[in-house]
């Protein structure tokens, strides 16, 4: 039914089992999206959130798929600015990523303010003493970049590509990509930084509160660094995941394997320098304002010393050492272990540093406060992982984002029975044109 | 916010923040209009460079 929709040299499912498939994840959807209108017009008491935490499960998700979107800017800043180019069969996905990433996290702000019709007061009434003021311009200009990012792609379905304008428009935009890797790079490192920023400049909270270079808390730096490191291992876990799904090899693995050590090297420095800041933080910073470590991994039923020793030993030296060792990265399970226990240490953290940061007592006579999301932050939680599916799965379905997929699966026979879905033969070097071309 | 607004102030934060604001918004901006200018003037032209 959309064959000529599709790319050519490339096989898809039947169209109604690829409907069947979006219809359920998109109940999914629909269920956060009933979640979204009811804190949209019953107001904020639909959520758990209280005077302890003004920051919950939103600002958590928001900053860890800030994060693990990461890989967008990271992947674009080696593929465009400094040219590897065995990139350039993964920055696609690496894009689309981050677009589904970015675009989450802004709709959970939407969500989070309680009242997005005033979401633009923060671009003309800026209060320009914030950091989160900074994160705000940032995250969405960087997001007017992913969608230029991603614009090109969209271009390239055959349809679309028929228009001579739309054609001349995406090869344009691939022509000058460097400038917009370039300001996406720039915006990145400002507003990871700056979300890291926001918890190290807590003075009132001895937890989060670090010392740094001028007016950047070393949060700063280690946010950017980790989202860095740890953002190209989401875009790995992700592509192997829509490989084992669609039970195809997308990807060449010389492209997997640099990304791979690139980010095995930079978790690496980042964990140790995230060890020595948390030293630092452990042996002067926080006994200078009174307080022992032990205080912060006691007298409560879930926060222990167990939690640092995942992020900083279990998520973080673990996959640094796989990934920077060639047999590391050549194995297909302990490639797979190392990606998901870096992406996973990244969460941990920004759970730490949104979430413990605001259970933890702060005041004599307080006690420490747990607190456990609603089922309407939880589904609104979930609908952009929902919505991130059915975006990867159209676009999967009716775009070149693996411009190495013809040649890596090429298509043998063609049964008459399936050609009303698959594209007759081409020749592949006269016909394809990845995006890359 | 712009610097006819009341409420701006002439001091390194507005500068450096508002001023990042725009930089960025002008090179996303500059750059997308050259290619769709560009864009618009390959297709009524017929130009073919990028033909596969």
């Known amino acids: 039914m959309d064959s000529a929709l599709i790319p050519k040299g490339v096989k898809r499912c039947p169209f109604p089992q690829f409907i069947l498939f979006i219809a359920i994840v998109g109940a999914v959807l629909l269920w956060g999206v009933y979640a979204m209108l009811l804190c949209w017009f019953k107001g904020l008491n639909q959520t758990n959130m209280n005077d302890f935490y003004g920051f919950a499960l939103w600002i958590w998700a928001d900053l860890a798929v800030i994060a693990v979107g990461?890989?967008?800017?990271?992947?674009?800043?080696?593929?465009?600015?400094f040219g590897k180019d065995d990139l350039k069969n993964i920055i696609n996905y690496a894009v689309l990523i981050g677009f589904?990433?970015?675009?989450?996290?802004?709709?959970?702000?939407a969500i989070d303010i309680g009242q997005p019709l005033r979401g633009w007061f923060i671009f003309w009434h800026a209060n320009v003493h914030s950091m989160l003021t900074e994160v705000a311009f940032c995250l969405s200009c960087y997001f007017g970049v992913l969608t230029i990012e991603y614009i090109p792609l969209i271009l390239e379905n055959r349809q679309i590509d028929k228009v001579p304008f739309f054609h001349h428009l995406g090869h344009n935009m691939h022509e000058i990509m460097a400038v917009f890797a370039a300001t996406g790079a720039f915006l990145s490192f400002f507003h990871q930084g700056s979300l890291g920023g926001v918890a190290g400049v807590l003075y009132g909270r001895p937890f989060a509160y670090r010392e740094g270079l001028f007016i950047w808390p070393w949060t700063f730096f280690l946010?950017?660094?980790?989202?860095?490191?740890?953002?190209?291992?989401?875009?790995?876990?992700?592509?192997?995941?829509?490989e084992t799904v669609t039970r195809k090899k997308l990807v060449k693995d010389s492209a997997i394997e640099l990304l791979a050590k690139i980010s095995g090297w930079m978790i690496l420095t980042y964990i140790i320098a995230k060890t020595v800041d948390t030293w630092y933080w452990a042996t002067v910073t926080a006994p200078s304002?009174?307080?022992?470590?032990?205080?912060f991994y006691s007298n409560n039923s879930f926060y222990g010393i167990w939690i640092l020793i995942l992020e900083i030993a279990i998520?973080?030296?673990?996959?640094?050492?796989?990934?920077?060792?060639?047999?590391?990265?050549?194995?297909?399970t302990a490639l797979w272990i190392a990606v998901i226990l870096a992406v996973t240490g990244v969460c941990?953290?920004?759970?730490?540093?949104?979430?413990?940061?605001?259970?933890?007592p702060v005041l004599t006579f307080e006690n420490w406060v747990l607190y456990f999301p609603s089922w309407q932050e939880i589904a609104t939680t979930i609908l952009p992982v929902a919505y991130g599916i059915i975006l990867i799965a159209i676009s999967y379905r009716y775009l070149p984002v693996f411009p190495n997929e013809p040649e890596l699966n090429p298509i043998k026979t063609l049964p008459a029975e399936e050609e009303e879905v698959v594209e007759p033969p081409v020749d592949l070097e006269?016909?394809?044109?990845?995006?890359?071309? | 916010m712009f610097p006819f607004s009341f409420e701006w102030i002439w001091d390194m934060g507005h500068v450096v923040f508002m001023g990042g604001l725009w930089y960025a918004l002008t090179i996303l901006g500059i750059g997308m209009t050259y290619c769709i200018i560009k864009a618009a003037i390959d297709a009524c032209r017929g130009n073919d460079k990028y033909h596969h």
């Open chain 1, 70 to 81: 990461g890989g967008a800017f990271f992947t674009g800043l080696l593929r465009y600015i």
């Open chain 1, 289 to 295: 304002q009174g307080f022992s470590l032990e205080f």
């Open chain 1, 223 to 242: 946010f950017t660094w980790s989202a860095a490191a740890c953002g190209p291992c989401f875009t790995i876990l992700i592509t192997k995941m829509t």
């Open chain 1, 315 to 332: 998520c973080g030296f673990i996959p640094a050492f796989i990934l920077i060792t060639k047999k590391g990265r050549k194995n297909s």
């Open chain 1, 348 to 360: 941990i953290n920004r759970w730490v540093m949104v979430l413990q940061i605001m259970a933890i």
């Open chain 1, 100 to 109: 589904i990433c970015y675009s989450s996290a802004l709709l959970i702000l």
């Open chain 1, 430 to 437: 006269k016909e394809l044109k990845p995006v890359e071309a």
